[in-house]
């Protein structure tokens, strides 16, 4: 196994074996780390008889759930979230985080905010003392097709920075959400001191769906070095 997998499956392991019980509702997340989760609770599933209901946050969640035999739930049916667990792009010292690099953060921010208990999992280059100092892409921000450049324009003037379009990798054109979307990466100049603010800041502006900036949300941060051993962070 790849060293930097190796710490994210760590991460993985001990947030569902720590935190995911039977009969509970989990919402499982997106990205890299996430597939190491899911394939840990269809072991427990398969060995203890584990019994869960899977709630996704996008496309690659549903079908990871559905290619590893787990049971498929809906916020529909289950908007009641025991726990969910999901990564990170990057995680400050009091536990806020920015998430998007996979261009999923509002149905991940959903699902998040709706369970009893929020954990992220992440491979040890996601943590970080101040947010915004590691990730450099940018504040990925979801807005409606039709007001992006409006979004743009207000975003600069009103707080500074870069506001860039996200385009598609091997697609010409735009990156598009799984909620039929596009997304801005803000880039700031200098490091805000109240990220709280800047989200609030942010949403506010109409035609933007949601942020990436997850601003008190974590209970606890599980962070995988490359030799298998783990930190642990709570706020």
């Known amino acids: 196994m790849e060293a930097k997998n190796k710490g994210k499956a760590a991460a ?8 995911v019980k039977t009969s509970q509702v989990v919402g499982i997340g997106s990205g ?34 559905q290619e590893n035999g787990l ?5 529909d049916r289950n908007p009641k979230i025991d726990v969910a667990i999901d990564g990170a792009d990057e995680v400050d010292k009091d536990m806020n985080c920015i998430k998007g690099g996979g261009a999923c953060q509002t149905q991940e921010k959903i699902v998040a905010s709706n369970a009893k208990e929020f954990y992220i999992i992440a491979d040890i280059s ?14 990925p921000i979801e ?28 697609k010409a054109g735009p990156v598009v959400t799984d909620n039929g979307n596009f997304v801005i990466d803000w880039q700031f100049q200098s490091l805000p001191k109240d990220w709280n603010k800047i989200n609030q800041q942010i949403v ?32």
């Open 12 to 19: 993985a392991k001990a947030a569902v074996d720590n935190h």
């Open 32 to 65: 890299s780390t996430i597939v190491f989760a899911v394939q840990r609770i269809a072991e427990r599933v398969k060995d203890e008889g584990l019994s869960v209901i899977c709630i996704p946050t996008s496309f690659q969640a549903r079908q990871l759930i």
């Open 71 to 75: 049971t498929l739930g809906s916020l």
């Open 126 to 139: 996601k943590q970080s003392k101040e947010l915004g100092t590691t990730w450099k892409q940018g504040i």
């Open 143 to 170: 807005v409606i097709p039709s007001a992006y450049r409006p979004v743009q324009l207000t975003l600069e003037e009103m707080l500074g920075g870069q506001a860039n379009l996200r385009m598609g990798v091997k």
């Open 204 to 235: 506010l502006i109409p035609g933007v769906l949601d942020t990436g900036l997850f601003i008190n949300m974590a209970k606890k941060a599980y962070f995988g070095r490359e030799d298998g051993s783990l930190v642990e962070q709570t706020k």
